[in-house]
């Protein structure tokens, strides 16, 4: 079982309702709670089908890992990440009907073609950029404009953790900091313009979370420039991940929805806690 839950990268999954909480919030819309189930099963499947793609880098680079390590069947992991995916678009058509279901299929091709082609091209931050904006849409509905600021909020950030995570093996090169950096404080303001339409008390609770956002995450990544080591990296990138936590919370908190962006906020001390334990133990 611990090997699985390392497999899926179960906790930084609390980084993932969120993404379809905050479009329901940016489009006016009640969250569904079988959209945010079906986002975490695509990103399950995700994580599983990632490691299955990358069994062979791994053996070399990172031999810890659940299939190399031999705790997983490469057969089992790619099994795994289609049922997960099955399982998503299921859940997705139950819960959005046919909208949902178109969503979280674009969102499960995007998955795929991330895992099995384009993560390693010049286009692999963008397309999982792309994934992260798609998740955001599914909660949003038929009000896909309203909700694009806030989802492109989520995918800049994700740009950003991607570019950091291709230097998780070889350290971070020296403008691989400041392109983070870059990708969280543009990913802030589109949060704030996300939250521009929503009354005073919900722009200054948003405000106060994308400050919140913007310290957990920019010195962490700012660091990288004087200690751009592999595990200092890795570090970054856990908490980049637990980082959209706050992101998301600062899009519902500019919809008015105070009490869901707490709850979300809760979430954040339980996934670094969980991040860590998986990653020491």
């Given at each position: ?10 906790p ?5 309702p ?24 695509v ?8 490691d299955?793609?990358?069994r ?12 190399p ?18 399982a998503?678009?299921?859940t997705a058509a ?7 279901l178109?969503v ?9 073609a991330?895992?099995?082609?384009l ?8 397309s999982?950029?792309a ?5 955001v849409l ?22 950003g953790?991607?570019?950091l995570g291709r230097?998780?093996?070889t ?6 900091a ?7 404080t ?6 704030a313009?996300s ?6 008390a ?10 919140g ?10 660091g ?14 856990r ?5 959209l936590i ?13 009490a869901?962006?707490?709850a979300?906020?809760?979430?954040l001390p ?7 334990r998986?990653?020491?133990?």
């Open positions: 079982m611990r090997a699985l839950l390392e497999l899926v990268r179960a930084a999954a609390l980084s993932v969120g993404d379809t909480i905050a479009g329901a919030a940016a489009a006016g819309r009640r969250p569904a709670p079988g959209l945010a189930l079906a986002s975490v099963l990103y399950w499947s995700g994580m599983a089908l990632n299955w793609a990358d062979e880098a791994d053996a070399v680079e990172r031999p810890e890992r659940p299939i390590s031999g705790r997983v069947r490469p057969g089992a992991a790619l099994g795994l990440a289609a049922a997960l995916t099955g998503g678009l299921a139950l819960a959005g009907g046919r909208r949902g178109t979280a299929g674009l969102l499960a091709g995007a998955v795929w991330y895992d099995l082609g993560k390693r091209t010049a286009a692999g931050p963008a999982m950029a994934c992260r904006v798609l998740d599914l909660g949003a509905g038929e009000q896909t404009r309203a909700a694009l600021p806030a989802a492109l909020a989520i995918g800049a950030h994700t740009y953790i991607s570019v230097a998780e093996v350290g971070a090169a020296p403008g691989t400041g392109r983070a950096v870059a990708a969280s543009v990913a802030a303001g589109l949060a313009a939250c521009a339409r929503g009354g005073a919900a722009r200054a609770g948003a405000g106060v979370l994308i400050a956002y913007l310290a957990s995450t920019l010195p962490v990544q700012a990288l420039r004087t200690l751009p080591d592999p595990e200092n990296v890795r570090r970054a990138v908490l980049s991940i637990l980082g706050p992101l998301q919370a600062a899009a519902v908190a500019g919809g008015g929805r105070f869901t962006a707490g979300l906020l809760c979430s339980v996934g670094r806690w969980l991040s860590s998986l990653a020491t133990s």
